[in-house]
């Protein structure tokens, strides 16, 4: 019998998740607060593979069965045989608490429960599912189906065989997975947010251009794309919500939010979703 996964959120992160589930030949649930956002969601995926068959990549009939692999579901309790779940919602603590209590109680307990989270905290979020042994962070990277990387974050309470478990679904995906002890940020975000909140005290102080900040990154150190259209495409609200985490966990103020940043997403100007970011889309 193939297995089954449920995937909440059909977001821009959630429906590549559930887009590389598929391709990897499990059933999917994909499922979301209502059905436009789910619709929505689907219609991404089939616009992604469409690309990749017009590319040549992939076959139409091999879309026809990724697809197919594929079920929207506002209801979650129509998802209750899947062995995994896997939230992709907003990035926010309570909001996460809340969903997760809310599946804890419909699903079967052997139920592993991830979350994609960019860096709240594992631990705590496993405390209030009530079954913090089956909890860890699976946290994907944008866009899913390109990025090969998968941070697994342990909380305080993750056993081994949960470990195990999505370490052996993770692999299944194509994707290679790097081993985390919970803290703020994970690796790559601890690293690569300061980095482009700093880009962007840059800029705030007049010392160059979003363009040249951008290009001497590229061109100076090698990097595939420049720290400021990173931010657009990952999202200026969640390079905020992840600086507001390093912030408050770590207390240092080397995290501290540039208040540039904080002005654009108060703006809505959250980068490529929104169309206006550093740059224009």
């Known amino acids: ?54 590319k040549g990549s992939m076959a139409e009939d091999v879309k026809v069965q990724v697809m197919g692999r594929i079920h929207g579901t506002a209801d979650i309790k129509e ?35 991830a979350s994609n989270t960019s860096a709240l905290s594992i631990t705590e979020l496993a405390a209030h599912s009530g079954r913090p042994e089956e909890f860890i962070g699976m946290h994907f990277f944008n866009p899913v189906p390109v990025m090969n990387l998968v941070e697994l974050i342990k909380g305080m309470q993750t056993s081994e065989r949960t470990f195990s478990a999505a370490k052996e679904f993770v692999e299944s995906l194509g994707k290679t997975c790097v081993s985390v002890n919970e803290a703020p940020g994970f690796v790559v975000n601890r690293m690569l947010v300061p980095l482009i909140n700093e880009a962007i005290f840059i800029l705030s102080e007049g010392i160059a251009s979003a363009e040249d900040i951008d290009q001497a990154m590229k061109l100076g150190a090698n990097h595939p794309i420049g720290p400021l259209a990173l931010a657009d495409l990952v999202g200026l609200d969640v390079c905020l919500a992840v600086m507001e985490t390093l912030y408050e966990g770590f207390g240092d103020p080397k995290y501290r939010p540039c208040p540039l940043l904080r002005k654009m997403v108060k703006a809505g100007h959250l980068g490529r979703k929104t169309g206006r970011g550093f740059f224009v889309y």
């Open 79 to 113: 998802a209750a045989g899947a062995f995994l779940v896997i939230e992709a919602i907003v990035e926010d603590m309570e909001t996460k608490k809340r969903l997760f209590k809310e599946i804890a109680e419909l699903l079967p307990s052997e139920t592993i429960l």
């Open 1 to 54: 019998m193939v297995k089954s996964v449920l995937v909440i959120g059909a977001g821009a992160m959630g429906s590549g998740i559930a887009q590389v589930v598929a391709q990897a030949g499990y059933q999917v649930f994909l499922s979301d607060m209502n059905e436009q956002f789910i619709q929505a969601g689907i219609a991404k995926i089939d616009k992604g593979l469409g690309r990749l068959v017009m």
